[in-house]
DNA sequence: TACTGGATTCACT
DNA sequence: GTGAATCCAGTAA
């Protein structure tokens, strides 16, 4: 299994969320397929509507990862996106496939279900922090340039058909004008609500 | 410097 | 279905 180049995640943040759908996520011993995406548009409830310090990253650069704190205790994961743009792909929800015994210790719940079906709970499952962001999302990367290897990859896996992923627009944020995107795999137990 | 609000989660009713 | 927890970033003064 390969790390995604750099090169595929100059796209939009609409292109790529469905598509970051069945790909798979590692850091450590864990390992997940992702199932659930959120793309912002120019909703100013994104942060990428007013590029701030914190928000800086999904405009200097595409394929990192960009993790922010919010509501004082939870930290959510996004990736960035939009090559010549401002955007970025928020990972709501994984499938866990290993390294279940430190998500369920991390998670403090033997509820598989409830590891990863929420973007807060897929950064704690994971041991995901503000240590992470900015860092590639390509282990290939960090070797071509010699910088360590952040260990939080996102590898290549077989398109999901476009008749398993739905698409909604998410609703209960009123602040914007355009709501952002959420993209799901069909039937999947383990997205969020 | 002080204030406000938030891309959430979970316990409780 | 509702509300509390919690603290950082952004903004206004």
New binding site residues.
């Given amino acids: 299994m390969n790390p995604l180049p750099q090169s595929w995640f100059a796209k939009s943040a609409l292109t790529l969320a469905p598509r970051l759908l069945g790909k798979v996520v590692k850091k450590g011993s864990c390992v997940g397929i992702i199932v659930e995406t ?1 793309a ?1 548009g120019t909703d100013p ?4 509507y ?1 590029v ?4 800086a990253p999904m405009r200097d650069s595409w394929g990192h990862w960009y993790v ?7 930290w ?1 994961a ?1 990736v960035t996106s939009d090559k010549g743009g401002i955007g ?1 792909v ?1 990972i709501r929800a994984v499938e866990p496939k290993g390294g279940l015994g430190t998500m369920k210790h991390r ?1 403090k719940t033997d509820n598989i279900r ?1 590891l990863c079906s ?4 897929f950064c704690q499952a994971f041991g995901i922090t503000g240590a992470q962001n900015k860092s590639p999302v390509t282990d290939g990367f960090a070797r071509h340039t010699g910088r360590s290897v952040s260990g939080f990859a996102i590898y290549d896996a077989p398109e999901i058909p476009k008749t398993r992923i739905a698409t909604s627009p998410r609703v209960g ?1 009123t ?1 914007g004008t355009e709501l952002p995107w959420r993209f799901y795999i069909k039937g999947n137990p383990f997205v ?1 609500r």
């Fill in positions: 959120e912002y409830a994104s942060h990428a007013r701030t310090k914190r928000s922010y704190f919010t509501y004082g205790m939870h959510c996004n970025a928020l998670r409830a929420g973007p807060a709970k944020i602040s969020s």
